[in-house]
């Protein structure tokens, strides 16, 4: 099975700044990374599909980068409705695997 | 709108059998791969399997043992996971969710039902 491992692991940051979250994957996924949030006592929301490709809805303060084995999630200018923990996936090879996920908290 | 709408909480004993449903609205139910994702409690993701709603074929991770079948009812638009011989670490929240590719599955999900918690325990 690949193995998506994201860091950090949690991370505390302010309303207005910019945060980055890294997903590296086991071996090479292409461009086969989707981002999610999930925030307690929800289901998780699509993002970003394809590396990089905003889910229609989801705000251009978030942004997706990378290709083969290392991939971000950028957020810009965070606001309240942010602080949520965040998923990778990739959808390369059965099966589908996510990263251990991503507590950002308010500091 | 897209809806994904599932069953309620459930308790079960080890070696019993559960099954979850999933009613889908607001889109062509045939043309969408439906899957399910488990989350234990406190812990992160894992993608269970899926089925392909207009033919009925499924898929599933191997960690299963083929444990994990899926069924889908055209006339209502829903579908069904059945778990058998449910064990301690079954315990979860179980979603559904439904593949972003139209005719053509992405695996990756796009909505997602508000998921259900299955509670294995003696």
């Known amino acids: 099975d690949i193995q998506m491992t994201q860091s950090p692991s949690s991370l505390s940051a302010s309303v207005g700044d910019s945060v980055t979250i890294t997903c590296r994957a086991s071996?090479?996924?292409?461009?086969?990374l989707a981002w999610y949030q999930q925030k307690v006592g929800e289901a998780p929301k699509l993002l970003i599909c394809?590396?990089?490709r905003l889910e229609s809805g989801v705000p251009s303060r978030f942004s997706g980068s990378g290709s083969g084995t290392e991939f971000t999630l950028t957020i810009s200018s965070l606001q309240p409705d942010d602080f949520a923990t965040y998923y990778c996936?990739?959808?390369?090879?059965?099966?589908?695997?996510f990263g251990q996920g991503t507590k950002l908290e308010i500091k | 709108q897209v809806q994904l709408v599932q069953s309620g909480a459930e308790v079960k004993k080890p070696g019993a059998s559960v099954r979850l449903s999933c009613k889908t609205s607001?889109?062509?139910?045939?043309?969408?791969?439906v899957h399910w994702v488990r989350q234990a409690p406190g812990q992160g993701l894992q993608w269970v399997g899926t089925?392909?709603?207009?033919?009925?074929?499924?898929g599933h991770a191997q960690n299963f043992q083929d444990r994990v079948t899926f069924a889908r009812d055209m006339s209502t638009s829903t579908v069904y996971m059945d778990l058998r011989n449910l064990r301690s670490d079954d315990t979860a929240v179980y979603f559904c969710?439904?593949?972003?590719?139209?005719?053509?599955?992405?695996?990756?999900?796009?909505?997602w039902g508000q998921g259900a918690l299955l509670t294995v325990s003696s």
């Open positions: 969710a439904r593949d972003g590719g139209f005719d053509y599955p992405l695996y990756y999900f796009d909505s």
């Open positions: 607001g889109y062509s139910f045939v043309n969408y791969y």
């Open positions: 089925i392909n709603p207009n033919s009925g074929a499924m």
């Open positions: 071996q090479v996924i292409s461009k086969s």
């Open positions: 996936q990739q959808y390369y090879v059965i099966p589908y695997t």
């Open positions: 394809d590396a990089s």
